[in-house]
C-alpha cells in the first residue's frame, strides 16, 4: 500500500478489475497459468486452501503480466484525467494482488498512490472498505466500482460512481440521494458480441458431418435427422472449447492483430459471463449428442478431450498442433459416420487428414507471416520460429498435393464404380483441387489469406465457384 499526502480536496479511489479495466486479473492470471503448466491446477488448489489472499499472490507472476495490453475503459480513464485536472488526488484500490496492481499503477503513471491484496490479506469488500475510511476517513472519498464487492466501499464514500453495475447493485445503490450516485456510460454485449465469442461463423466446419451422408449417397430422412443433432452438438462443444481457449490465450490474443478483437480479450463480454457459459454449451452438447446415440456420444466426448488437450498443452508442440487440428476435422466426419450408423472409408479419413493438415499449416504461415513481416519476435504461445516460414510453405503444400494424390487413387478403386455411374467425371474434380491448393498458397504468400482459411474459403467468392463446381460434378457422375 502506497499512503497520500494531501487529503483536501476530496480524493478519488477506482477499483481495478471490472473498473478501471474490463476484465478480471484473477481469472486472467489463473488461466494463462493453465495454459503454461496445466499440472499446477494441484499447487493453485493448495494455495487457495490458505486462502484467496494466498491463490492471487501464487499467480501474479510480473513475468508474464503485461499492463499495457489490459483492456482500459475510457469512461474510467476519462473521469481519472478530469480528477486530476480539478486538483484532486487518484487512488487505486484492488482486490488483486499488490505486484499487480502496482505494475498497473506504474503503467499508467496517474495515480498517487495504491491499495492492493497481499499474501495474507485480500482487500475486497469490507476489509477494503475498512482501508479507506482508516486511511481518508468516513464520507472522505469518492469511489468507482462496477459490482456487489464494492458495496461496503460506497456505503463509506461520499459519491458512488458505477459502472457496468449489474441490475440488482443499481437497484441497491437507487437507495442512496439521487446526487450521490453517478452511473458512467458503458457499451453493453449485444447480440452479435456474443455471436463472435461463440464463433458462431466457424460452425460451418461442423458441415462435415453430413460428408458420410453424401459420399456414401445413403440419402434417409433419419440420417439427415441425426446429421442435423450432430451438427447441433458439434456446434455447441466447438464453442464451449472456444470460450476456454480464448481464456487462455487472453494476453497472447490481445497483441495479435486480428484477434484483439475478440470479446473476451478486448473486454466487450465479462471474463465471469465467458466462464459460465462453458458447461451450458458443454452440456447442451451433451444432451444433443445423448438424443443421437451413445456411440456418438462417445466421439463427442473423445473431440472435447482432444481440443481441451490441445488448448493446454498440443498446440505449443511443433507439428503437433497443426495434426492435432487435422485430427479435430477428421473426428466431425467420423462423428456424422456414427451418427447416421454409415462406415466411413478409409480413403475419405485419410483425404480428410491430408486437406486439413494442409490447411492448419497455411494457418500457421499466415501467422508467421504477419509476425516477421511486423518486426515482432518469435511467438511464445506456438513452438514455431519467424524463420521456419519457408519450411511451413512446403509442408502445406505437401500436404495439399497429398490430398489430391489419395482421390485420384479412391476414384481408380473399385468402390467407385459401385457408387457412381460416371465415374470418369471425377478426374476432373482432380483439377480444381489443384487450383484451390495452389491459390491458397499463392495467396497466403501475398499475404492475402485470411488468418483462418477456412473462413477464408466460405467468404471468398473464387473458393465458392470451386466448391460449387465440385459439387456439380460429383453430382453428375452418380
Known sequence: MQTPGSRNPRPLVVDLDGTLIASDLLIETAFSELGRHPHSLVKMLAALSRGKAALKHRLAAPSAFDPATLPYDPEVLEAIRKARAGGRSVYLASASNRRLVESVADHLGVFDGWFASDETTNLAGIRKAEQLVTTFGERGFDYIGNDAADLPVWEKAATVIAIRAPAGVRKKLALRAAEEVENLPCSLPNWRTWAKMLRVHQYAKNALVFLPLITSHLFTLQGFANAVLAFIAFSLCASSIYILNDLVDLQDDRGHRSKCKRPLACGAIPLKHGMAAIPILFLGAL????????????????????????????????????????????????????????????????????????????????????????????????????????????????????????????????????????????????????????????????????????????????????????????????
Open 287 to 478: 444432451a444433443v449428442g445423448s438424443a443421437i446415440s451413445l456411440p456418438f456420444l462417445g466421439v463427442l466426448l473423445g473431440y472435447f478431450a482432444l481440443t481441451t488437450a490441445y488448448s493446454f498443452a498440443l498446440k505449443r508442440t511443433m507439428v503437433v498442433d497443426v495434426i492435432t487440428l487435422a485430427a479435430l476435422y477428421s473426428v466431425r466426419v467420423i462423428g456424422g459416420a456414427v451418427a447416421t450408423s454409415i462406415v466411413v472409408s478409409e480413403w475419405l479419413l485419410a483425404f480428410c487428414m491430408m486437406i486439413f493438415m494442409s490447411l492448419a499449416l497455411i494457418k500457421r504461415y499466415v501467422e508467421l507471416a504477419a509476425r516477421r513481416d511486423a518486426n515482432l519476435p518469435d511467438p511464445t504461445s506456438r513452438d514455431y520460429r519467424n524463420s521456419d516460414l519457408d519450411i511451413v510453405a512446403a509442408l502445406a503444400a505437401a500436404a495439399g498435393f497429398n490430398a489430391v494424390t489419395i482421390f485420384t487413387l479412391y476414384i481408380s478403386s473399385p468402390a467407385v464404380k459401385q457408387l457412381y455411374s460416371h465415374p470418369r467425371i471425377l478426374w476432373l474434380v482432380g483439377p480444381l483441387l489443384l487450383f484451390w491448393i495452389s491459390r491458397a498458397m499463392m495467396l497466403a504468400s501475398r499475404r492475402q489469406m485470411d488468418d483462418d482459411p477456412v473462413v477464408f474459403a466460405i467468404k471468398d467468392r473464387t473458393s465458392l465457384m470451386t466448391i460449387a463446381a465440385t459439387a456439380t460434378l460429383l453430382f453428375a457422375a452418380i
